[in-house]
Every structure is written in C-alpha cells, then in structure tokens.
C-alpha cells in the first residue's frame, strides 16, 4: 500500500469515529458494550473532535512529498498510536470492552505499524 492511500484510510477511520462520537457518543459506545452518562458522553464527544482533527491532518498531509512536516506528522502519530495501543490493550484486557473492544486494539496496532514502516522507509511512499 502506498503511503498516500494509507493516511486516507486512516483519514477516513478518524473522522467516520469522531462522527459517530460527536453525534452520537451514547451509541458509538454501546456498540463496545459500554454505558455512560452526560460527562461520559461529554468526554466522547471531545474525543470525536480530536479525532475529526487528527482526521483532518491526515487528509491534508496524505499527498506531501517527503518534507520535515510530512515525517514529523508520521513520527507524531505513531507515538500516539503506540501510546492508544497500550491504554485500549490494557482496557481490553481488564475487561472494560466486550469482543469488539479487540477491533480498536487492531486499529491501533496497524495504524502505528504503518507510520512507523512509512518512517523509516521515506521511499517507500
């Protein structure tokens, strides 16, 4: 897969997620077997706005060249990713999630796998 079509994947997941957190958070955590309240419903809808930011940069950044910024976004989002990955391992593992709390696990795992390939490899864009 090439880079481009990459971050447009990963474009297309954060912002489909920040959509359904921020319209409908009480929904989007239910589909992980989770229940929450107006401030958990708050804090989702905060998170689908970080999301729909990251989705925006992502959309933005997929069709740069190999320039500082376009390594520093991937080098940024895999920290982030590696950091999402443990916290959704540690919540799947601890049993805050039902079975599809592995999904999220997946997402993290190969998103940041990716940007870290795309890293180290700037040719293979």
Do not use: E
């Amino acid at each position: 897969m090439k880079r481009a079509a990459f971050m447009l994947l990963h474009a297309i997941l954060n912002l489909a997620f920040g959509i359904g957190f921020i319209f409908a958070p009480a929904r989007t955590l239910a589909l992980y077997g989770v229940g929450t309240d107006a401030t958990g419903a708050f804090m989702a809808r905060l998170f689908g706005a970080a999301l729909i930011q990251v989705g925006l940069v992502t959309w933005l950044a997929r069709r740069d060249t190999d320039t500082t910024a376009r390594r520093a976004i991937q080098l940024g989002y895999t920290g982030g990713l590696a950091v999402g990955l443990v916290i959704s391992l540690l919540g799947q593992l601890s049993g805050l999630f039902n079975a599809l709390g592995w999904s999220t696990v997946a997402i993290y795992l190969l998103l940041g796998v990716g940007y870290a390939y795309f890293h180290a490899r700037p040719s293979a864009a």
